[in-house]
């Protein structure tokens, strides 16, 4: 279902009785889920680096976006709602954990198909700078930590980052310079 078909089963879901509207709203709300929840899951991984935390911030996301589905206007985004509201959660938990360090790890995963027609040297080494990466990431500050995920991980344009954070143009492509020289800075000494 696209975002415009969501948006206009969610407002049309008060043309009954309250019973009916709950109950619809519910349907429409899980199609929501389950379109974006491995998005929100991913984007949370990727700012926390940490994938319990990840689920938490997914959940929260949902639960915070259920009692506002409603207020979102035609031709809004789904996603960017949600992605705004994510990042703000992730920004939240890393405020609050600042001076804690979180393992990072990566969420199970099965070998994918090609992993096992390849070199097991290629496989570790691949999973090494992955891991790597994801160190790198973690110690950016959360605001360039935000638009490199965005930008190069999440692959959004400037113009979708902007509906996420609404900053100038020009402080977004700033952030992602400087956030990918820090990133850069913190690799030479590792690789």
């Known amino acids: 279902m696209e975002d415009e078909a969501l948006l206009a089963a969610f407002a049309s879901a008060g043309d009954g009785s309250v019973r009916e509207l709950e109950a619809e709203r519910r349907r429409t709300f899980r199609a929501v889920v389950e379109r974006y929840q491995d998005n929100v899951f991913r984007l949370a991984f990727h700012l926390t680096g940490s994938a319990?935390?990840?689920?938490?911030?997914?959940?929260?996301?949902?639960?915070?976006a259920y009692g506002t589905l409603g207020k979102l206007r035609p031709g809004s985004s789904i996603e960017a709602w949600l992605t705004s509201i994510a990042v703000?959660?992730?920004?939240?938990?890393?405020?609050?954990?600042?001076?804690?360090?979180?393992?990072?790890?990566?969420?199970?995963?099965?070998?994918?198909?090609?992993?096992?027609?390849?070199?097991?040297?290629?496989?570790?080494?691949?999973?090494?700078?992955?891991?790597?990466?994801?160190?790198a990431i973690e110690h950016l500050p959360p605001a360039y930590r935000t638009v490199v995920v965005l930008r190069?991980?999440?692959?959004?344009?400037?113009?979708?980052?902007?509906?996420?954070?609404?900053?100038?143009l020009t402080t977004l492509k700033m952030r992602v310079i400087r956030g990918r020289l820090m990133l850069r800075k913190y690799l030479e000494g590792r690789l």
């Open 52 to 64: 319990e935390e990840a689920e938490d911030i997914a959940q929260e996301t949902f639960v915070a």
């Open 88 to 135: 703000n959660r992730a920004r939240d938990f890393l405020k609050s954990h600042r001076h804690a360090k979180t393992e990072v790890v990566a969420p199970d995963e099965m070998p994918q198909q090609a992993d096992r027609d390849r070199n097991p040297e290629e496989v570790a080494s691949e999973g090494q700078r992955e891991q790597l990466l994801r160190e």
């Open 152 to 168: 190069d991980i999440e692959d959004k344009s400037y113009e979708e980052i902007r509906e996420v954070l609404p900053l100038p």
